[in-house]
């Protein structure tokens, strides 16, 4: 395949290709915006704060003849807590499994020292895997100073391809969708043409949750807390109740997630419960309880129901 045949779309009848894009970056580089941009599902929750997602999280776009399945992954940065470690571990995997890696950076900042650090290490960890560059949000920069910028960059290091999107707005996704779907290996789809992720709805529920809890308390609370869902019942009138408790890991923070007379905690379960409809397309009934668990952060056992391998955080 030449550079120029990439940008056309792929002869319905030409052979299937299936593989998976790793999508890694700095935390709030806009790695999840991009997955559910080109899955077109939110699958992966975004905020406007750094660390959002945790653990790896597919989502499947369907190219032509080709599936893409991207795979977001949290931020890589300076870890100091067990679960920073198992983040950013994490992240090195899912740049390590892949077929293609696109690192994301943001227009605006540029080359970070953070961004910096991710090149130091990108040829060991990236195990060999070509890898993209994507500079992301030019919607908050001139023109000019993208170029400047893609050059620093392609002399920092040997990136296959450079491209320059928004994933926020749609602007120059659909090239890198097109570029990737030719260039994953040929070989049969790995999952149903029509399936868009593979996480457990139970975690996706829990996953909407914690984006509403983010989005709404300050500080350090939200890295404090995770959440689970503890159980999931189908109704007979085609409803589900899902409950789910809030770990916190200090006392101070169960009230201040609970909220004055309960307020918070009920906003929280509004608006998750609005999206968890939309998402499932029927009715559900969310209960949230806050619980207080103190060493949450150093137990096995959470670690599994987020998706990450605890002894990463050693
Ligand atoms: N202006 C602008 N903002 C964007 C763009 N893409 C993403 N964002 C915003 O950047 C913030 C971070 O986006 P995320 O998708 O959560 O970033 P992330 O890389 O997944 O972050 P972590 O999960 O914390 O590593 C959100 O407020 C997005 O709305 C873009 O193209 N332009
Ligand atoms: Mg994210």
Redesign the pocket.
Same mark, same amino acid.
């Given at each position: 395949m030449t550079e120029n045949d990439t940008a056309t779309e792929p002869a319905p009848e030409g052979p299937t290709r299936a593989g998976f894009v790793a *999508?890694i %970056? @700095?935390?709030?580089? %806009? =790695?999840? $915006? *991009? *997955?559910?941009r080109m899955v077109g599902a939110k699958v992966? #929750?975004? $905020? /406007? =704060?750094?660390? $959002?997602?945790r653990a790896r999280i597919r989502g499947i776009a369907m190219h032509g003849q080709s599936q893409i399945v991207f795979v977001?992954?949290? %931020?890589i940065f300076r870890p100091r807590r067990r679960l920073d470690r198992s983040m950013v571990a994490a992240a090195w995997g899912g740049a390590a499994d892949a077929d293609i890696v696109v690192l *994301?950076i943001e227009a605006h900042r540029g080359l970070t020292d953070g961004v910096q650090a991710i090149i130091e290490s990108l040829s060991e960890k990236a195990g060999g895997h070509p890898v993209a560059l994507a500079i992301? =949000? #030019?919607?908050?920069v001139k023109a000019e100073e993208l170029l400047a910028l893609s050059q620093k960059m392609n002399e920092a290091f040997p990136f296959v391809r450079t491209f320059m #999107?928004?994933? @926020?707005?749609g /602007?120059g996704t659909d090239d890198l969708l097109a570029w990737l779907a030719a260039e994953v290996p040929e070989g049969p789809w790995l999952y149903p043409e029509d399936q868009i992720a593979d996480l457990p709805m139970r975690m996706i529920a829990a996953e909407i949750t914690r984006e509403k809890l983010t989005l709404r308390l300050h500080e350090e609370i939200p890295y404090q807390l995770t959440v689970e869902t503890e159980n999931w019942e189908e109704r007979q009138d085609g409803s589900a109740r899902i409950d789910q408790v809030v770990y916190v890991s200090r006392a101070g923070h169960k009230g201040i997630v609970l909220g004055k007379g309960g307020e918070t905690i009920k906003a929280v379960s509004r608006a998750a419960r609005e999206e968890l409809i939309e998402f499932m397309g029927r009715p559900v009934h969310l209960f949230l309880r806050v619980a207080l668990r103190e060493n949450w952060l150093d137990e096995a056992e959470r670690y599994t129901e987020m998706g990450l391998d605890f002894r990463d955080g050693n």
């Open positions: *999508l %970056g @700095e935390p709030n580089a %806009g =790695k999840s $915006t *991009l *997955l559910n992966s #929750i975004v $905020t /406007h =704060k750094v660390q $959002t997602t977001d992954t949290p %931020g *994301l992301n =949000k #030019i919607d908050r #999107i928004s994933a @926020e707005r /602007h």
